[in-house]
């Protein structure tokens, strides 16, 4: 599985970016405005209108590390960096914690994920994930690479958050079946031509599959990636 590839990026602020675990891409702590549009973007339009910035979107395997990670690291068990390879400020992690986790700030996260699902016969349950892979601004075209879905939870629930197969999706329901903050996540099963999005409010966080790759809405956003350092000291759980 690969990221989406922007060559010749421009530098960013990344001191509000959020490292990912293992690897040198840090995620936004919150979704930009530029990612979101007066009337919102379609999931499609959304690859566009990030790509212009040079930041991409997340695909669910890089995104569900990166949750754990700021859950993690807000209750202490391990250490969060931002996208220039510090330790981060713990103001912008405890407003990312609750952005993921609650309605805080703009009401809660409300996130495009790269990930759309279809028909494969050597999936788990005749399924594969899509995801983008090129952005071309200037044929307005997006490339993509296919791969056979991995086995996971196959119904609406409550899953754990450790356990997650390669492609970031829960392979374990939650042993408490409602909404436990930072312990637990809503799940919506995937459908064939669905796509991937994150979403949190007062209620609870919610990993869905199956949003109309054609809806949109002006609060609809995404939690963008951009290449940053990695972190300059290790990432291990504190002892």
Not at 115 to 143: C, H, P, T, W
Not at 168 to 174: A, D, H, I, T, V
């Amino acid at each position: 599985m690969k990221d989406v590839i922007i060559t010749g990026a421009r530098k960013l602020d990344l001191s509000n970016f959020i490292n990912i675990p293992g690897t040198n891409i840090a995620i936004a702590s919150v979704e930009p405005d530029y990612s979101k549009g007066t009337e919102g973007y379609t999931w499609e339009n959304s690859h566009f209108a990030i790509a212009e910035r040079d930041t991409w979107m997340p695909t669910i395997w890089r995104f569900m590390p990166h949750l754990v990670n700021v859950i993690q690291a807000q209750k202490g068990n391990q250490k969060a960096y931002d996208g220039n390879g510090n330790q981060l400020d713990s103001r912008v992690l405890g407003d990312a914690y609750l952005h993921r986790v609650s309605s805080h700030i703009n009401g809660g996260a409300w996130s495009h994920l790269n990930g759309m699902f279809v028909s494969n016969n050597q999936g788990f349950k005749k399924l594969g994930i899509k995801y983008v892979v090129g952005v071309d601004l200037d044929a307005r075209k997006l490339s993509f690479e296919e791969v056979p879905l991995e086995e996971c939870v196959f119904e609406d629930c409550f899953v754990e958050l450790d356990g997650l197969n390669s492609q970031g999706l829960p392979r374990k329901k939650s042993h408490v079946q409602e909404y436990s903050r930072g312990d637990n996540l809503g799940y919506g099963r995937l459908y064939e031509g669905g796509v991937a999005w994150f979403s949190a409010n007062s209620g609870w966080a919610y990993l869905g599959c199956s949003r109309n790759p054609l809806n949109c809405n002006a609060s609809l956003g995404v939690l963008v990636c951009a290449e940053g350092a990695a972190p300059k000291v290790s990432q291990a759980k504190l002892k």
